[in-house]
């Protein structure tokens, strides 16, 4: 009885970490109200300032080159990939959603223009 127990005990416990680390990487799917495992106050307003000037660059060094979104955004297309952004702090999910789609982002299946894969290039 007491090694069913503890059994049980541990399955629960490692399906509980699998969800909730689960959570975090899928937390930020071109959704710019959720926040990511990178958020600070700073980063934040500075990404935000960054999308307001439409500063590829600036974006580009926030980024790190962490993510799939930083090997589809390229100075020309930025302006978009900033208006998407907008659209989506607004409400307009739909839209912005067309938009991330056009540039190769945000498809269920983690394809893009350029190929990719599940899992990668969610993080913010």
Known sequence: MKK???GLGALT?????????TGTTLAYRGDP???????S???HTAMQKAFENKDYTAWKNLMQNRGR????????????????????LQGKKEEAQKIRSELGLG???GSG??????GRGFNR
């Open 4 to 6: 069913s127990t503890l």
């Open 13 to 21: 416990l490692i399906l509980g970490a699998t969800v909730l680390s």
């Open 33 to 39: 109200t959720v926040t990511g495992p990178n958020y």
């Open 41 to 43: 106050i700073e980063r």
């Open 69 to 88: 979104v930083t090997q589809v955004i390229t100075e020309a297309n930025f302006a978009k990939f900033a208006e998407a952004h907008n659209l989506a």
């Open 107 to 109: 498809l269920q299946n």
């Open 113 to 118: 223009r350029n190929g990719g894969g599940m």
